[in-house]
């Protein structure tokens, strides 16, 4: 019972790692040792058996089977032949045994599966990265306006109007949905209207047009969000009624958008992991283990700042010129991954609290320069952490310490070396999970 479960829980992929065949190597060479004393052999077993691994892959090679191998030495041949025989094992191995997962390979297995895996706080104090800000639930906002022509002595609306009515617009927009919608959209919308309007002939009060209309669907992704919007421009120039009795004549000009969405797929799974050894599984004797993805960078404007990958995705689509190069705004950018132990936890949820168990919050917060050191590294000490695991989010302060990392600083790869902002974030949610994560 117990090798199926260890064959079920932590997966065949571990049978292809250097680990494993190594392994299996040194307990052929110990058991041909063992076996060579106890029958007083004068010759050395593990020697004849690597010569014969040498021969016989010569022997494939010289029937035509497969084309010649050459390895440094005769055990590279014999470590072969254990990986390749491992390999064929797996399948009859999960159908005897009947094995529920099947994990394309132990890395994958270890950092999505036996450990959790996060991105790094965005900021010590409070990171909610399993709640972002989502995109509104198809959340319709209008704004209107009317601009008198006769009274006015006007001919027509003034493309200074026009400007001022967008900017009212925008920030109606912006007071009714909150940072649900980042900015990037509402240039989108905007940029559609004044482009749509500069195409009409304004309706003047001596040439009055009874309506323009049109209405349009976007899709897009910014960030870690999927949008939708649907919306619709009216423009209507018409004669209107007056308080005594007579007429004039008025533009009315109304924007209507709905804005709906969901978080990406991507997203959700980098917020929310599982973990057969999660570290907040304990209640006593609290330690464990986790992986952050994080992003290294450098602005040409200021010192580098380490954040979670998601959190600079979202922090750059939401700039103010994403056309701009990439490279006018930083002076690098690495992606990072890196363990950490969390030594130590407090919660309080409505399902219960636990508080730390040491002190050693306490005194890391009293260190020299505690809170600079903490923020650039984001990690030892830090609160307000949301973090999700087998399905349960709490909000936790943690105790941690990076213990390893890796980095690779991203390399603009276009002909030019141009790439915009833009460009960069169109492309590197692939470019990071084929090239860079995985």
Same mark, same amino acid.
Not at 126 to 147: A, G, L, W
Not at 301 to 315: A, H, I, K, P, W
């Given at each position: 019972?117990?090798? #199926?479960?260890?064959?079920?829980? +932590?997966?065949?992929?571990?049978?292809?790692?250097?680990?494993?065949?190594?392994?299996?190597?040194?307990?052929?060479?110990?058991?041909?040792?063992?076996?060579?004393?106890? +029958?007083?052999?004068?010759?050395?077993?593990?020697?004849?058996?690597?010569?014969?691994?040498?021969?016989?892959?010569?022997?494939?090679?010289?029937?035509?089977?497969?084309?010649?191998?050459?390895?440094?030495?005769?055990?590279?041949?014999?470590?072969?032949?254990?990986?390749?025989?491992?390999?064929?094992?797996?399948? /009859?191995?999960?159908?005897?045994?009947?094995?529920?997962?099947?994990?394309?390979?132990?890395?994958?297995?270890?950092?999505?599966?036996?450990?959790?895996? +996060?991105?790094?706080?965005?900021?010590?104090?409070? $990171?909610?990265?399993?709640?972002?800000?989502?995109?509104?639930?198809?959340?319709? !906002?209008?704004?209107?306006?009317?601009?008198?022509?006769?009274?006015?002595?006007?001919?027509?609306?003034?493309?200074?109007?026009?400007?001022?009515? !967008? $900017?009212?617009?925008?920030?109606?927009?912006?007071? %009714?949905?909150?940072?649900?919608? /980042?900015?990037?959209?509402?240039? @989108?919308?905007?940029?559609?209207?004044?482009?749509?309007?500069?195409?009409?002939?304004? /309706?003047?009060?001596?040439?009055?047009? &009874?309506?323009?209309? @049109?209405?349009?669907?976007?899709?897009?992704? @910014?960030?870690?969000?999927?949008?939708? #919007?649907?919306?619709?421009?009216?423009?209507?120039?018409?004669?209107?009624?007056?308080?005594?009795?007579?007429?004039?004549?008025?533009?009315?000009?109304?924007?209507?958008?709905?804005?709906?969405?969901?978080?990406?797929?991507?997203?959700? &799974?980098?917020?929310?992991?599982?973990?057969?050894?999660?570290?907040?599984?304990?209640?006593?004797?609290?330690?464990?283990?986790?992986?952050?993805?994080?992003?290294?960078?450098?602005?040409?404007?200021?010192?580098? !700042?380490?954040?979670?990958?998601? %959190?600079?995705?979202?922090?750059?689509? $939401?700039?103010?010129?994403?056309?701009?190069?990439?490279?006018?705004?930083?002076?690098?950018?690495?992606?990072?991954?890196?363990?950490?132990?969390?030594? $130590?936890?407090?919660?309080?949820?409505?399902?219960?609290?636990?508080?730390?168990?040491?002190?050693?919050?306490?005194?890391?917060?009293?260190?020299?320069?505690?809170?600079? @050191?903490?923020?650039?590294?984001?990690?030892?000490?830090?609160?307000?952490?949301?973090?999700?695991?087998?399905?349960?989010?709490?909000?936790?302060?943690?105790?941690? +310490? /990076?213990? !390893?990392?890796?980095?690779?600083?991203?390399?603009?790869?276009?002909?030019?070396?141009?790439?915009?902002?833009?460009?960069?974030?169109?492309? #590197?949610?692939?470019?990071?999970?084929?090239?860079?994560?995985?």
């Amino acid at each position: 019972m117990i090798t #199926i479960q260890v064959f079920d829980k +932590f997966d065949l992929a571990f049978m292809e790692s250097d680990i494993f065949i190594t392994n299996i190597q040194t307990l052929l060479f110990n058991e041909t040792i063992k076996y060579g004393d106890s +029958f007083g052999l004068t010759t050395s077993l593990y020697s004849d058996l690597t010569a014969a691994a040498k021969k016989y892959y010569e022997i494939l090679a010289f029937l035509g089977e497969q084309e010649p191998v050459e390895f440094e030495t005769d055990a590279e041949y014999l470590k072969d032949i254990i990986r390749i025989e491992a390999n064929n094992l797996r399948s /009859p191995i999960v159908n005897a045994l009947n094995l529920g997962q099947n994990w394309k390979s132990w890395d994958g297995f270890v950092t999505n599966r036996l450990f959790p895996t +996060f991105d790094a706080p965005s900021d010590i104090n409070s $990171d909610y990265q399993s709640s972002f800000q989502t995109p509104p639930d198809n959340q319709t !906002v209008t704004n209107f306006d009317r601009f008198v022509l006769t009274a006015t002595g006007r001919n027509q609306v003034t493309e200074q109007e026009i400007s001022n009515f !967008v $900017d009212e617009t925008k920030t109606s927009f912006k007071d %009714s949905l909150g940072d649900s919608v /980042p900015n990037q959209l509402y240039d @989108i919308i905007f940029s559609a209207f004044n482009e749509w309007v500069s195409t009409l002939s304004l /309706p003047t009060y001596d040439n009055l047009i &009874s309506l323009n209309q @049109i209405s349009d669907t976007l899709s897009l992704d @910014i960030g870690v969000a999927n949008y939708n #919007i649907s919306y619709t421009f009216t423009v209507e120039g018409r004669e209107q009624g007056t308080a005594s009795g007579g007429t004039q004549d008025v533009t009315d000009i109304t924007i209507t958008a709905t804005f709906g969405g969901q978080l990406s797929d991507d997203f959700e &799974s980098s917020t929310s992991s599982e973990a057969f050894l999660s570290p907040f599984a304990f209640t006593a004797g609290k330690g464990g283990f986790a992986f952050e993805k994080y992003v290294d960078y450098k602005t040409k404007t200021q010192g580098n !700042v380490l954040t979670g990958y998601q %959190s600079f995705l979202l922090d750059l689509s $939401d700039d103010s010129d994403l056309n701009s190069l990439l490279f006018d705004k930083f002076e690098y950018i690495r992606f990072g991954y890196r363990m950490v132990y969390v030594a $130590d936890y407090a919660y309080e949820f409505d399902t219960g609290s636990d508080s730390f168990v040491t002190t050693l919050s306490d005194s890391i917060k009293n260190l020299q320069d505690s809170k600079n @050191i903490r923020d650039q590294q984001k990690a030892f000490y830090v609160t307000n952490q949301t973090r999700t695991v087998n399905g349960a989010s709490e909000i936790y302060d943690m105790v941690t +310490f /990076p213990i !390893v990392s890796a980095e690779c600083e991203y390399v603009d790869t276009t002909t030019n070396q141009d790439i915009t902002i833009q460009q960069f974030l169109d492309s #590197i949610e692939q470019k990071y999970n084929d090239e860079i994560f995985n």
